[in-house]
T-cell receptor
Framework: AQSVTQPDIHITVSEGASLELRCNYS??????LFWYVQSPGQGLQLLLK??????LVQGIKGFEAEFKRSQSSFNLRKPSVHWSDAAEYFC???????????FGTGTRLKVLA | EAGVAQSPRYKIIEKRQSVAFWCNPI?????LYWYQQILGQGPKLLIQ????????DSQLPKDRFSAERLKGVDSTLKIQPAKLEDSAVYLC????????????FGPGTRLTVL
């Protein structure tokens, strides 16, 4: 069965520090992979997506993610976190063209000044 | 470009009452989705429309939930009667056929059932 696991419910980092949010998936074929961010009171915003090709994907707001097939992972990274990055981050996986994506349970990021 | 609009933003009702949520997608977006996001969980797709037709409603609890998109533009999601476990944020999203696999989300409606 398809599933997405985000092992970290909460992460706290200092402003300026690097960030890595983990995402592991279970899927029968090569999936489409996404990272979304949700700020308080806001809808989800797409940060980046992976369909095929280069396994290192660049997104908006300075985020990047790396697809590692052997580890079934799609971790999100940012070299230097800003206070405005405090939000909840969701990883999602699904087949192309159907929009039946499965979302992880999310990781809430707190940024210390 | 205006984003996805939803109303109301917050709603508190008693169990067994009915409630309706409204969504206006981005202009020109043919596909519209309703998601349920329970606290501590990721969004779960309830129903997907393509224009005014239902593409997928396999996870919609049809005994109490209904949704329509009569003119292929805005949409209404209704719950009747509501249960305590329906407390959640209901998110609407839309997508364009010209931007592959990207959904644009509205701010959501937070429903509390007492």
């Amino acid at each position: 069965a398809q599933s997405v696991t985000q092992p970290d419910i909460h992460i706290t980092v200092s402003e300026g520090a690097s960030l890595e949010l983990r995402c592991n998936y279970s899927y029968g074929a090569t999936p489409y992979l996404f990272w979304y961010v949700q700020s308080p009171g806001q809808g989800l915003q797409l940060l980046l997506k992976y369909f095929s090709g280069d396994t290192l994907v660049q997104g908006i707001k300075g985020f990047e993610a790396e697809f590692k097939r052997s580890q079934s992972s799609f971790n999100l990274r940012k070299p230097s976190v800003h206070w405005s990055d405090a939000a909840e981050y969701f990883c999602a996986v699904g087949p192309s063209g159907t929009y039946k994506y499965i979302f992880g349970t999310g990781t809430r990021l707190k940024v210390l000044a | 470009e205006a984003g996805v609009a939803q109303s109301p933003r917050y709603k508190i009702i008693e169990k067994r009452q009915s409630v309706a949520f409204w969504c206006n997608p981005i202009s020109g977006h043919a596909t519209l989705y309703w998601y349920q996001q329970i606290l501590g969980q990721g969004p779960k797709l309830l129903i997907q429309f393509q224009n005014n037709g239902v593409v997928d409603d396999s996870q919609l609890p049809k005994d109490r939930f209904s949704a329509e998109r009569l003119k292929g533009v805005d949409s209404t999601l209704k719950i009747q009667p509501a249960k305590l476990e329906d407390s959640a944020v209901y998110l609407c999203a839309s997508s364009s056929p010209f931007v592959e696999d990207e959904q644009f989300f509205g701010p959501g409606t937070r429903l509390t059932v007492l």
